[in-house]
């Protein structure tokens, strides 16, 4: 009897402890009695009542991605390519979640992938490839207002990648390729009529400050020359007043004139005037000559 008290001992505290339920943080369980729903478990300590309680599901209430494959789009100009999308999602509702739909991933893809076909079908093939924030805008916004009665809130929607056709990213490679030797030609016409720009104004300035260079020489030579004239002038004024003031005699003017007279007839001169007293003049050089001998 011992021992089968014992056992029922244990075979109740086992049974009790599998009555008792610990939701983690982030999650919820959905509890249903009897095959109806009961209560969403939040995180903390439950008990469940054994045989009529049954937890038929636990929801994650965590921000969730889900990455969908890439699906076939026509765009309004007829060009078909490839386009995927990533979904970020919360469950806020773990009923509405649990009963709201069946499979809500798959219910989620292919709602986007619809979306995704209304949105591009109305666009062309370049709006397509420049709209990235538009089409993320809209599409978030319809899969949002769809699927609050599924109990998800879909926080952004991103378009990943956008593949068209082989033909055509050939003819935008060559486009892209024939605008960057377009912009090369162009900054290297610039480049070339900045340089001969640069070269005349170097010229134009070399030339001025040579132009300013001869100017200021011959200024400076014009100016030596008058003030060399002025002191010639000035010695000659100097020497006439010395003159003046020793009252030179009659000879000694007479022998200036011979002086001056000579001079006139070594130059290339070819014609001499002769005073008319040059008689008295030779007889003047000859009383001076005498006067040197002694």
């Known amino acids: 009897m011992g021992y089968v008290a014992l056992v029922i001992v244990l075979l109740v505290v086992i049974f009790l402890i599998r009555c008792i339920c610990i ?102 093939l370049d709006e397509t490839l420049t709209s990235r924030d538009t089409i993320n805008g809209q599409i978030t916004q319809i899969l949002d207002a769809a ?8 926080n952004r929607v991103e378009v990943k990648n956008i593949q068209p056709p082989r ?52 200024i400076r030579e014009a100016e030596g020359e008058a003030q060399a004239l002025l002191a010639v002038q000035r010695a000659q004024a100097e020497s006439i007043r010395l003159i003046n003031e020793a009252n030179p005699s009659g000879q000694y003017l007479q022998l200036k004139q011979y002086e001056t007279a000579a001079q006139m007839a070594n130059g290339q001169a070819t014609k001499i005037v002769v005073p008319s007293d040059i008689a008295s003049l030779a007889g003047a050089a000859t009383a001076v000559a005498e006067v040197v001998k002694k």
């Open 23 to 124: 939701v983690p943080q982030a999650n919820a369980w959905v509890v249903e009695f009897l095959g109806q729903y009961k209560a969403s478990w939040e995180a903390g300590l439950h008990f469940k009542i054994p045989i009529l309680d049954r937890i038929v599901k636990k929801v994650s209430l965590k921000e969730q991605v889900a990455d969908f494959e890439p699906q076939p789009v026509i765009t309004k100009d007829n060009v078909t390519m490839m386009v995927d999308s990533v979904v970020f999602f919360e469950v806020f509702d773990a009923k509405m979640f649990s009963y709201g739909v069946e499979r809500p991933i798959a219910a989620i893809e292919n709602l986007s992938a619809t979306t995704l076909r209304n949105i591009i079908g109305s666009m062309t």
């Open 147 to 154: 699927t609050d009665k599924w109990g998800i809130k879909v």
């Open 167 to 218: 033909s055509i990213q050939d003819a935008m490679e060559k486009q892209m390729r024939a605008e960057r030797e377009k912009r090369e030609a162009i900054l290297t016409a610039e480049g070339k009529k900045q340089s001969a720009i640069t070269l005349a104004e170097g010229e134009k300035e070399a030339a001025i400050l040579r132009a300013d260079a001869v100017k200021e020489q011959r």
